[in-house]
Nanobody
């Protein structure tokens, strides 16, 4: 499975961005897709995930501001980020988990910078 993330960039605090991630390859057994983020020198953090039946879960730090969604027909996952804060600045990675093998695949990351 290959994952291609896009949509990062520079935005002012209070602004919005929408991240996209498209999966290709052996996507038939993908169940959970997620977004993680990482700041240099810190541990990677789970931002949100969504299962194949649409169940979602969010980190407390983004609840009410971020929305994860997916288009199963396009093998894609999205992250709508509103009311962005400088502390949201990070490299964002999308992931996809194979339900058969349990293996998690990672995309290359897209950088989000929120200026104050």
């Amino acid at each position: 499975v290959q994952l291609q993330a896009s949509g990062g960039g520079l935005v002012q605090a209070g602004g919005s961005l929408r991240l996209s991630c498209a999966a290709s390859g052996s996507t038939a057994s993908i169940n959970r897709m997620a977004w993680y983020r990482q700041v240099p020198g810190k541990q990677r953090e789970l931002v949100a995930f969504i299962t194949s039946d649409g169940t979602t879960n969010y980190a407390d730090s983004v609840k009410g501001r971020f929305t994860i969604s997916r288009d199963n027909a396009k093998n894609s996952v999205y992250l709508q980020m509103n009311s962005l804060k400088p502390e949201d600045t990070a490299v964002y990675y999308c992931t996809a988990r194979n339900s058969n093998s349990g293996r998690t695949y990672w995309g290359q990351g897209t950088k989000v910078t929120v200026s104050s």
